[in-house]
């Protein structure tokens, strides 16, 4: 018993100088991976201290949580029965309380650049392992459709990117807005173009959602894909804790923008499943009830 307590007592003071270590050193690239071996309650101070921000859906308990009741009850009959099905098929493709489970941070704009090349260790992956490719199928993709990505569990989640489907399938057929260069060689991390092979071969895990534009036309899916080509150029927004941003963009929220920005202002097509935050990540364009599956694929 004695032993064990030695053990315990040693093990703790250990934590305690790894913790206070990775708190005191705020420059290095290192602390996003020692951040996600600390025990949780020194996760949550540090955390909080660097300026992380924590990602949770605290009022759901399932997906049907995440729809406004007041909107649920204006919706015509066959839209609103359309919603519903839509939430039962997340639950049977990713259950809620799996999908819950999955630890999200949004990093400070300083640890940002870090943690955008950071996977963390495989832990119960509801899809199993990739092997760095797809066969996710862009013949059934539209104008305006919001593109997902898997390739390991990143900082913000499962979905470790988004982007938009603009047409076509050349190497102008999706934009982006990555923090590194793009497909064509331009060295400035930002807003761009990208090639269909991109999502294909660049991503173990790659799905196509569609965007429900009601009360609005559909028209404001296209409208959606013309204001993200309008962003071509801007630079990359590393403080993903500010998705209000127009003169910046990370993915996941050029992906929101487009459509938030260009819908009516009595009819806001929000696609951020928890719409007061400031930060939009690309878990939660998978779980707004304004999204729905076209096609997934490893």
């Known amino acids: 018993m004695k032993r064990l307590l030695v053990v315990l007592a040693v093990f703790s003071l250990v934590m305690v100088s790894f913790a206070k270590d990775i708190r005191d050193n705020e420059n290095s690239a290192d602390f996003v991976a020692k951040f996600f071996q600390l025990p949780e309650q020194q996760k949550e101070e540090i955390g ?61 704009p300083s640890d940002m650049p870090f943690a955008l090349n950071y996977r963390i260790e495989n832990k119960n992956d509801k899809f199993g392992d990739g092997d760095g490719v797809n066969a996710c199928d862009f013949s059934v993709a539209k104008k305006g459709d919001v593109l997902l990505v898997h390739d390991g569990f990143v900082a913000w989640g499962w979905h470790a990117h988004a982007g938009i489907f603009y047409g076509g399938t050349g190497v102008y057929a999706t934009i982006e807005s990555n923090s590194n260069q793009s497909y ?16 294909n071969n660049d991503y173990d895990f790659c799905r196509i959602m569609r965007v429900r534009t009601w009360p609005l036309s559909t028209s404001y899916r296209a409208k959606a894909a013309e204001y993200a080509k309008k962003q071509l150029g801007k630079p990359y927004n590393f403080n993903w804790l500010w998705k209000w941003s127009t003169s910046k963009f990370y993915c996941s929220q050029l992906v929101w923008a487009g459509y938030y920005r260009t819908s009516k202002w009595y009819a ?31």
């Open 268 to 298: 806001r097509i929000n696609i951020d499943a928890n719409p007061a935050d400031t930060w939009v990540a690309p878990d939660e364009l998978y779980a707004s009830w304004r999204t729905y599956n076209v096609t997934s694929s490893w």
């Open 184 to 199: 064509f060689g331009d060295p400035r991390p930002g807003v761009h173009f990208e090639p269909i092979s991109h999502w």
């Open 48 to 108: 909080t201290e660097r300026g992380w921000v924590k990602v949770d859906f605290v009022y759901a308990t399932n997906y049907e949580d995440l729809i406004p009741k007041e909107l649920l009850n204006k919706m015509p009959e066959e839209l609103r029965e359309e919603v519903l099905n839509s939430a039962m098929e997340k639950e049977a493709e990713f259950p809620f309380a799996e999908f819950k489970k999955v630890e999200r941070w949004i990093p400070s």
